[in-house]
């Protein structure tokens, strides 16, 4: 009896040291992909507070390290107009709302210019609680900055178009209107 629970023993040993070893090796696995990530990561624990960034998230912020931001609250690198939906979003994502699980947001970066970025959050889940927040972002900026110029093209065209004196359209291959300008709108009394 002595003999076998000292096997037993000596078997349990083995397989804990070899589960802690593939753990470790997990975990340097995941630091290796999300340090190498050209997304920017992040942890935010229950209490607003950044626990970690990777330095995809330290360059989108133009903040010279992570350490400079880890350990103050997320609001701090928010926009002023951007805290209350941000601390709702963060809020939601904590209680498991998928609605709030991605999004848009603008950012304030260290040098005071201001980002654009996508993000996918889940809550972070240890010994059954809520500790936090991670996910990712990828930056927009210059999309969104694309698009906003190409809406102010769209208004000058339109401006133009509506001043012209003449009956100016487009139709697709089908005859359907595309794009009329006021004064052909006008003409048959419609907006």
């Keep these: 009896g002595i003999l076998e629970r000292a096997f037993s023993n000596i078997e349990t040993n083995r397989r804990v040291q070899e589960t802690e070893e593939k753990l470790l090796e997990s975990e340097k696995h995941f630091r290796s992909v999300v340090e190498n990530a050209e997304a920017g990561y992040f942890f935010i624990d229950k209490e607003g507070i950044i626990r970690d960034?990777?330095?995809s998230w330290v360059k989108m912020y133009k903040y010279p390290s992570a350490e400079e931001v880890v350990g103050h609250h997320f609001t701090e690198i928010q926009k002023v107009d951007d805290i209350e939906r941000a601390k709702e979003f963060v809020a939601g994502i904590m209680q498991g709302e998928s609605k709030f699980s991605s999004g848009e947001f603008s950012r304030?970066?260290?040098?005071g210019s201001e980002g654009f970025h996508t993000f996918s959050a889940n809550p972070v889940i240890?010994?059954?609680?809520?500790?936090g927040v991670e996910g990712f972002i990828?930056?927009?900026?210059?999309?969104?900055?694309a698009d906003e110029e190409l809406q102010r093209s769209k208004d000058l065209l339109r401006k133009v178009l509506d001043t012209v004196p003449n009956y100016i359209c487009a139709k697709n291959l089908d005859g359907r209107f595309l794009l009329?300008?006021?004064e052909l709108a006008e003409f048959y009394g419609m907006t």
């Design 108 to 111: 304030k970066c260290k040098d």
């Design 180 to 182: 009329v300008n006021k």
């Design 126 to 131: 240890r010994s059954g609680d809520i500790c």
């Design 53 to 55: 960034v990777n330095d």
């Design 138 to 145: 990828i930056d927009i900026t210059e999309r969104r900055q």
